[in-house]
């Protein structure tokens, strides 16, 4: 263990998220540690309810995702990020992955001011991060007395990354690991990057593994199923080391089985799985119609 990892600040990631209940604001700000936000934005806004992350240096701040909805009244994500930094501190909007539910409120951050939004593209995200050998390389990114080591893991989507904040020990992982359906377009890509993740944790000390979704429920190997907009039985964000493994083990097994593979704390979902995403709408069709005959039944 580093000299540094002894004086690392408590991480406080016991709170109740917002999940989708009519009373939500549409984003949820908490704050973990000093300079480190995670935000989640409302399942009542958009289904996918993505975490955003916000850490905070001396010198500058990083951004991470800017979520699935691009409407500032809807979505007024430009204003929080203000309300807890200052309109005029200097800001690195970065992306965990460049898929839609992660990107769309980038617009809302042209304009500002000491602002840069990293391109969605690997080419992109590597010239920015100065990784030149992708996806092998690591980069460290200063934010001020706060130093991040970024990784490309795609496998998910092409442009993929991991952030690790060496002041909380915090592993971001977007959508490559999180307690959900992980989709992965890429098998062998995917196979390399969470080996990556893996070999990492070897070498730093990783106080919790922090992806950007939550679709499991507290019952192990149930989720909820595609465009859920209310989960109030969620699993926890926060996922272990020994979790991550278990993401290595299980694609190492299903990685010549293309399909849907559930596990006690997450799915892999291996190439489109068009049977399985038809099965998670039917479940949300039957899901969304027992809760309106519920509601029609109450005196």
């Known amino acids: 263990m580093a000299e540094d990892e002894h004086m690392r600040p408590t991480v406080d ?4 998220w917002i999940h989708g209940a009519a009373t ?4 949820q700000t908490h704050k973990a540690a000093p300079g480190t936000w995670l935000l989640r934005q409302s399942k009542k806004v958009n289904y996918e309810g993505p975490f955003l992350y916000l850490l905070v240096g001396s010198a500058r701040a990083m951004l991470i995702d800017t979520g699935a909805t691009a409407d500032p009244v809807l979505f007024p994500l430009r204003r929080t990020i203000d309300d807890l930094i200052g309109p005029d501190f200097a800001l690195i909007v970065a992306h965990t992955h460049a898929h839609r539910d992660h990107t769309a409120a980038d617009a809302q951050f042209a304009g500002r001011s000491n ?6 593209s690997a080419a992109d995200v590597g010239r920015f991060f100065e990784i030149t050998d992708w996806p092998a390389q690591e980069a460290s ?4 007395g706060r130093t991040l080591t970024v990784m490309g893991i795609p496998g998910h989507e092409d442009a993929s990354i991991a952030i690790f904040d060496e002041n909380t020990g915090l592993l971001l992982t977007g959508d490559t690991v ?8 890429d098998m062998p890509a995917f196979l390399e990057s969470v080996e990556r993740l893996v070999a990492f944790t070897q070498n730093h000390t990783v106080s919790h593994v922090l992806g950007c979704h939550i679709e499991m429920t507290t019952r192990p190997r149930r989720d909820y199923p595609l465009g859920t907009t209310f989960q ?4 926890p964000l926060p996922m272990t080391v020994t979790q991550l493994v278990e993401v290595r083990d299980c694609a190492q097994r299903v990685a010549g089985r293309p399909g849907a593979h559930q596990f006690n704390d997450f799915a892999i979902f291996n190439g489109p799985c068009r049977a399985a995403i038809l099965r998670q709408v039917a479940r949300a069709f039957a899901v969304s ?3 309106a005959i519920r509601r029609a039944r109450r005196p």
């Open 232 to 235: 109030p039985h969620e699993a």
């Open 178 to 185: 999180y307690p959900g359906r992980l989709y992965v377009s």
């Open 141 to 144: 990114l200063d934010l001020g």
């Open 115 to 120: 602002t840069m939004i990293v391109g969605h």
């Open 24 to 27: 939500d604001p549409p984003v």
């Open 13 to 16: 990631l016991d709170v109740q």
């Open 289 to 291: 119609a027992l809760g």
